[in-house]
């Protein structure tokens, strides 16, 4: 600190208390050469006191960082005090976080130099980032959560109103042969009512682990299952579905999950139908080098998707104004595609029908 009078004893002072702070201390004048450093500045940057006070430049000291660094230090020549965080690596190549301040030394209203106090602030900055993290998991646990209670309330519904509905020809029909019929097709709702359930219970135990549970699933076989869930759907409307896809063509995934998304989509595909026609739903899927493919094609109302697209998988988003649609299944439907790792395409013309193709990955 040569400018000042009596600089010798001001700098035994100065070493005397600054040597017992944990914090580190510098002085840097105008033309950036190191006038004063502390201990636990020396110790930071590896040096010692001989070979920086006097003699080395900060641009020599910091290196890459200079560059990173030079608007602060401009700022502070220009006499306006710098408080900035700053990642800075050690001699071993370990980073800490530090948090930097550079207060200019006026005199005479010019700008001789500038004070440096850095603080270590690694730990804490640890800690925040594992705060951010802890904040991260409870607003991902939150949306699985919310997601969760969508997947109960939207696919269950499938099955109270195939249940009434079926309870209900029960009472009409006279003859045993249909009510047999009718009794058939309630053991094989309660089969696959009960095989949901299972699903869902997969995914309460799996929901404070960060992996979703994936198991190899027969893709023609929760294709079928779907198609049984929706039997009464199907044969109210007279609907034809051709299914094309392999019985050997399996994916890992989540079941509950491939469950919904199949029968999100084809229970729009019934009943977004075209009044004038007969529903011609076509099921398809392949397999690619790095992916399985899967279509549901209808030959239904369309979307527009001019109009609609960009909100097309928005929640409570409805097309057609039909009395009871929820806005809520194909939200569902891509919350759930994404979370696997999938995407999912739309093409669609308005009184010709839409196709949806999903990738899982």
Same mark, same amino acid.
């Given at each position: 600190?040569?400018? !000042?009078?009596?600089?010798k004893r001001? /700098?035994?002072?100065?070493?005397?208390?600054?040597?017992?702070?944990?914090?580190m201390?510098?002085?840097?004048?105008?033309?950036? #050469?190191?006038?004063? $450093?502390? $201990?636990?500045?020396? *110790?930071?940057?590896?040096?010692?006191?001989?070979?920086?006070?006097?003699?080395?430049?900060?641009?020599e000291?910091?290196?890459?960082?200079?560059e990173?660094?030079?608007?602060?230090?401009?700022? +502070?020549?220009?006499?306006?005090? %710098?408080?900035?965080?700053?990642?800075?690596?050690?001699?071993t190549?370990?980073p800490?976080y530090?948090?930097?301040? !550079?207060?200019?030394?006026?005199?005479?209203? *010019?700008?001789?130099?500038?004070?440096?106090?850095?603080?270590?602030?690694?730990?804490?900055?640890?800690? /925040? @980032?594992?705060?951010? @993290?802890?904040?991260?998991?409870?607003?991902?646990q939150?949306?699985?959560?919310?997601?969760f209670?969508?997947?109960?309330?939207?696919?269950?519904r499938?099955?109270?109103?195939?249940?009434?509905?079926?309870? %209900?020809?029960?009472? #009409?029909?006279?003859?045993?042969?249909?009510?047999?019929?009718?009794?058939?097709?309630?053991?094989?709702?309660? *089969?696959?009512?009960?095989a949901?359930?299972?699903?869902?219970? /997969?995914?309460?135990?799996?929901?404070?682990?960060? /992996?979703?549970?994936?198991?190899?699933?027969?893709?023609l076989q929760?294709v079928n299952?779907?198609?049984?869930?929706?039997?009464? %759907?199907?044969d109210?409307c007279?609907?034809?579905?051709?299914?094309?896809?392999?019985?050997?063509?399996?994916?890992?995934?989540?079941? +509950?999950?491939?469950?919904?998304?199949?029968?999100n989509?084809?229970?729009?595909?019934?009943? !977004?139908?075209?009044?004038?026609?007969?529903?011609?739903?076509? #099921? %398809?899927a392949?397999?690619?080098n790095?992916?399985?493919?899967?279509?549901?094609?209808?030959?239904?109302l369309g979307?527009?998707? =001019?109009?609609?697209?960009?909100?097309? &998988?928005?929640?409570?988003?409805? &097309?057609?104004? =039909? +009395?009871?649609?929820?806005?809520?299944?194909? !939200?569902?439907?891509?919350?759930?595609?994404?979370?696997?790792?999938?995407?999912?395409v739309?093409?669609?013309e308005?009184?010709?029908?839409?196709?949806?193709?999903?990738?899982?990955?």
């Amino acid at each position: 600190m040569s400018p !000042y009078p009596n600089s010798k004893r001001i /700098e035994f002072l100065a070493t005397l208390v600054t040597d017992h702070i944990t914090a580190m201390i510098a002085y840097w004048d105008k033309d950036l #050469i190191c006038r004063f $450093a502390n $201990a636990s500045y020396l *110790k930071w940057f590896g040096k010692r006191s001989e070979d920086m006070v006097d003699k080395i430049t900060l641009s020599e000291l910091l290196g890459p960082l200079y560059e990173k660094n030079l608007p602060y230090i401009e700022g +502070a020549l220009r006499g306006d005090a %710098q408080i900035f965080e700053r990642e800075i690596p050690l001699p071993t190549g370990e980073p800490r976080y530090s948090l930097a301040s !550079y207060f200019p030394d006026i005199e005479d209203g *010019k700008v001789i130099g500038f004070f440096v106090h850095v603080a270590d602030v690694h730990e804490m900055k640890l800690l /925040e @980032k594992e705060l951010i @993290k802890s904040n991260e998991v409870v607003t991902e646990q939150n949306k699985q959560l919310k997601n969760f209670a969508n997947i109960v309330s939207h696919n269950l519904r499938s099955y109270s109103g195939n249940l009434g509905s079926l309870l %209900q020809l029960l009472d #009409i029909v006279d003859t045993e042969d249909e009510k047999a019929v009718i009794l058939n097709y309630l053991r094989d709702l309660s *089969k696959s009512f009960s095989a949901t359930v299972d699903h869902l219970t /997969e995914i309460v135990n799996y929901q404070n682990q960060q /992996e979703r549970p994936h198991v190899s699933c027969n893709l023609l076989q929760y294709v079928n299952e779907t198609i049984t869930i929706l039997k009464l %759907q199907i044969d109210s409307c007279n609907a034809v579905i051709q299914i094309k896809v392999e019985s050997r063509l399996n994916l890992m995934t989540n079941p +509950a999950y491939l469950e919904s998304i199949l029968l999100n989509l084809i229970t729009n595909a019934l009943k !977004y139908r075209h009044p004038q026609r007969r529903p011609d739903i076509t #099921i %398809q899927a392949w397999k690619t080098n790095t992916s399985i493919v899967l279509d549901i094609r209808d030959n239904g109302l369309g979307i527009d998707l =001019n109009k609609h697209g960009k909100s097309l &998988f928005g929640m409570n988003q409805t &097309f057609h104004g =039909n +009395a009871d649609a929820h806005g809520i299944g194909l !939200y569902i439907t891509k919350y759930q595609i994404d979370s696997l790792g999938g995407g999912i395409v739309v093409e669609s013309e308005v009184d010709l029908g839409s196709t949806f193709r999903v990738t899982f990955n």
